[in-house]
């Protein structure tokens, strides 16, 4: 094996839970957002392929990262991602720390408690979202806001794929010491139905998912460009309605994924309400702005 390439599983941006550069964002900033998901898909990719020992991932990681800062050019997706930074005046930092992410995934499989799941999340997720911001030039001010949302992506994802992210590659993302206060221990994530313990332990962390969420709540007014704030918002209320339906569902046993016609419906019910929500903002925001003149 010589390149991420022979890694690939396949994944496009079509088939992820959330909207990745949707028909939504701006023509002229899908192509810098697509080569940041492709680069980050061929080192998930590896850090995910079963039959790659860790030492070759970790080379192969470290050779993205190289052609990233043009040490090399043996990595196509990280030439096209060096040269679309580079025509924006972009850093590589947000890659890089996805990359930093990926080498977690292979040396780290076990999170300690809630805190240390989102310090994995400001690397695995959080830039994701910030790379997006910079694209479409948006203020360093919303970074909280998105950094609440992006966490809760990232946890709703772990919630829904607990299972087979134990059983397939032995990672367990489900904070130890929820396990601990449930007397669960990891094994009980390889079953094929959920305990009451486990149940209501995964339903606690959907319910603190809920909290990141409200605090990501200003985000979709707070960006400037409209078609961001729509898609942001469509995002928010597909993570809604899954972390609702992982408080009350079992991810080992039940369907925790929306349907493609529930996705389509739940999207454009987040994105009515972000013009809603918009259009209310810049009312109130005019009714003050006339009283101070």
């Given amino acids: 094996m010589t390149t991420s390439a022979d890694a690939r599983s396949g994944k496009?941006?079509?088939?992820?839970?959330?909207?990745?550069?949707?028909?939504?964002?701006?023509?002229?900033?899908?192509g810098?957002?697509?080569?940041?998901?492709?680069?980050?898909?061929?080192?998930?990719?590896?850090?995910?392929?079963?039959?790659?020992?860790?030492?070759?991932?970790?080379?192969?990681?470290?050779?993205?990262?190289?052609?990233l800062l043009g040490r090399s050019d043996v990595e196509p997706d990280g030439v096209r991602l060096r040269e679309a930074l580079a025509a924006r005046g972009l850093s590589p930092r947000h890659a890089q720390d996805l990359l930093t992410a990926f080498r977690l995934d292979i040396t780290?499989?076990?999170?300690?408690?809630?805190?240390?799941?989102?310090?994995?999340?400001?690397?695995?997720a959080m830039p994701v979202g910030r790379f997006v911001l910079d694209v479409h030039g948006e203020s360093r001010a919303t970074w909280p806001a998105n950094d609440a949302l992006c966490a809760a992506l990232q946890i709703i994802n772990h919630l829904q794929d607990c299972g087979a992210d134990y059983r397939g590659l032995d990672r367990v993302y489900i904070p130890l010491d929820v396990l601990a206060r449930e007397h669960e221990t990891v094994e009980a994530l390889g079953r094929?139905?959920?305990?009451?313990?486990?149940?209501?332990?995964?339903?606690?962390?959907?319910?603190?998912?809920m909290a990141l969420l409200d605090r990501a709540e200003p985000l979709a007014i707070e960006v400037r460009d409209l078609r961001l704030g729509l898609e942001i918002a469509a995002i928010a209320r597909l993570a809604r309605t899954l972390a609702r339906a992982l408080q009350r569902r079992d991810p080992l046993s039940q369907r925790v994924h929306l349907t493609r016609g529930g996705f389509a419906g739940v999207s454009l019910l987040g994105i009515l309400h972000g013009l809603g929500r918009r259009a209310l903002h810049a009312r109130a925001s005019g009714a003050g702005a006339a009283q101070d003149a």
């Fill in 108 to 124: 780290k499989r076990r999170y300690r408690d809630w805190d240390d799941l989102i310090g994995y999340c400001s690397y695995s």
């Fill in 32 to 67: 810098a957002i697509l080569a940041f998901y492709a680069f980050v898909r061929a080192a998930d990719d590896v850090a995910d392929h079963p039959s790659i020992a860790d030492a070759e991932k970790l080379m192969l990681i470290d050779r993205l990262e190289d052609t």
């Fill in 12 to 30: 496009t941006h079509r088939d992820e839970n959330f909207p990745v550069a949707s028909r939504l964002i701006r023509p002229r900033h899908r």
């Fill in 192 to 209: 094929d139905e959920a305990s009451p313990a486990l149940q209501r332990g995964l339903a606690q962390l959907a319910t603190r998912t």
